[in-house]
């Protein structure tokens, strides 16, 4: 069992940053893929970066190429995302997930295995 517990959301203006963060619990996070996605009011769960095991590869979604990053520090049993650039679209919910899966370029949400509670990002014009 994970548990995974996101911060590092808030208000922000277009064109500002913010670095999320997800704390993992227990002495199993190295052995999962990681990963974002974000829901905003009405729409469904999208995907928005994942990283590997070893944080060799990682993966984007088209939107957040070049302004968001993923990172992660196995010791720490830790993950975030860095964004830049933000947008007022980008304002949703935040959430951390484990993937059960190691295909990960293009995850779905039912590949995953944990998820966080979720963290809110708002960004205004």
């Known amino acids: 069992q994970a548990q995974l517990v996101e911060s590092g959301g808030g208000l922000v203006q277009a064109g500002g940053s913010l670095r999320l963060s997800c704390a993992a619990s227990?002495?199993?996070?190295?052995?999962?893929?990681m990963g974002w996605f974000r829901q905003a009011p009405g729409k469904e769960r999208e995907f928005v970066a994942a990283?590997?095991?070893?944080?060799?590869?990682?993966h984007y979604a088209d939107s957040m190429k070049g302004r968001f990053t993923i990172s992660r520090d196995n010791a720490k049993n830790t993950m975030w995302l860095q964004m830049h650039s933000l947008k007022p679209e980008d304002t949703a919910v935040y959430y951390c997930?484990?993937?059960?899966?190691?295909?990960?370029?293009?995850?779905?949400?039912?590949?995953?295995?944990?998820w966080g509670q979720g963290t809110q990002v708002t960004v205004s014009s």
């Open positions: 990283i590997s095991r070893s944080a060799t590869s990682t």
């Open positions: 227990g002495r199993i996070f190295s052995t999962y893929p």
């Open positions: 997930a484990a993937f059960g899966v190691l295909g990960i370029s293009r995850p779905l949400t039912s590949d995953v295995d944990y």
